[in-house]
C-alpha cells in the first residue's frame, strides 16, 4: 500500500525543548516538501529536498531543521528557537508530473 | 513576493447548485495549477489539476478553467452534494515546477453544502 505517513498524529512539547516530526514515504517520489498550517490559512512552505542529501530552506524555515539521509525519509525538528510551534504539519511528496501528494499531518501543541 | 489570492473565503451552497472559487495568481511564469480538499484534521487530497497549455479541464463533476492573461483560474463543482463540503486550496507553481516544485497556495475556502 503506498503512500506518506506521519507521525506521531499529536505531539506535545514543552518549552525548550526540540522534538522531530517523521514523514516517510514508499512512493520512490525523490521530492520532499515540509509545511505549516495555521487555522483559516494556506500551506507555507518551510524546508525542501529534491534529492538525498540535499534540502533548501522554504518561507519560514527559521526555528527548524530538517535532514535527508535515505531518499524515503524527511524528518522535521522544530527546535526551541521556534517560539510559536503550535500549527498542524504537512509532508508532501512529489511525483515525476509535478504533483504533490501529502500526508495525514501532525498536530503539534505546546504545554 | 509572488501571492495568490482566493476568494470567497467561506461558501455556503444547497446541495444540487453548483460551487465555484476563484484564485488570482502574480508569477507570470507560473504553469501548473493544482486543487487540492482537506477534511478536517486531515492532509489536503488532490482533486484536479491544470498546465498552462490548456484552458480548461474536467473531471466528472469537478471543472477548472485558466485564464493565463488575466492570471486567473477557477474550480467549478456542478451537482453539489453533502460530501463535497470540506476546504478547497488553490495553488499555483513558482514559477517552472521543473526548478524546484515549489509551490504558493491560496487562503482557502471552506465550502458548505447544505441537504
Known amino acids: 500500500d503506498g503512500g506518506i505517513t506521519q507521525s506521531p498524529k499529536y505531539l506535545f512539547r514543552k518549552e525548550g525543548q526540540n522534538v522531530t516530526l517523521s514523514c516517510e514515504q514508499n512512493?520512490?517520489?525523490?521530492?520532499m516538501y515540509w509545511y505549516r498550517q495555521d487555522p483559516g490559512q494556506g500551506l507555507r512552505l518551510i524546508y525542501y529536498?529534491?534529492?538525498?542529501?540535499?534540502?533548501q530552506k522554504g518561507d519560514i524555515a527559521e526555528g527548524y531543521s530538517v535532514s535527508r539521509e535515505k531518499k524515503e525519509s524527511f524528518p522535521l525538528t522544530v527546535t526551541s528557537a521556534q517560539k510559536n510551534p503550535t500549527a498542524f504539519y504537512l509532508c508532501?511528496?512529489?511525483?515525476?508530473?509535478?504533483?504533490?501528494?501529502f500526508g495525514p499531518g501532525t498536530r503539534l501543541l505546546v504545554l | 513576493g509572488e501571492n495568490v489570492e482566493q476568494h470567497p473565503s467561506t461558501l455556503s451552497v444547497q446541495e444540487g447548485d453548483s460551487a465555484v472559487i476563484k484564485c488570482t495568481y502574480s508569477?507570470?511564469?507560473?504553469?501548473?495549477f493544482p486543487w487540492y480538499k482537506q477534511e478536517l484534521g486531515k492532509g489536503p487530497q488532490l482533486i484536479i489539476d491544470?498546465?498552462?497549455?490548456?484552458g480548461e479541464k474536467k473531471d466528472q463533476r469537478i471543472a477548472v478553467t485558466l485564464n493565463k492573461t488575466a492570471k486567473h483560474f477557477s474550480l467549478h463543482i456542478t451537482e453539489t452534494q453533502p460530501e463535497d463540503s470540506a476546504v478547497y486550496f488553490c495553488?499555483?507553481?513558482?514559477?517552472?515546477?521543473?526548478?524546484?516544485?515549489?509551490?504558493?497556495f491560496g487562503q482557502g475556502t471552506t465550502l458548505q453544502v447544505k441537504p
Open positions: 508532501a511528496s512529489m511525483d515525476y508530473k509535478e504533483t504533490q501528494y
Open positions: 512512493l520512490n517520489h525523490d521530492a
Open positions: 529536498s529534491q534529492i538525498v542529501n540535499d534540502f
Open positions: 508569477d507570470s511564469a507560473s504553469n501548473y
Open positions: 491544470i498546465r498552462s497549455n490548456v
Open positions: 495553488a499555483a507553481s513558482l514559477g517552472s515546477t521543473s526548478n524546484t516544485g515549489k509551490l504558493i
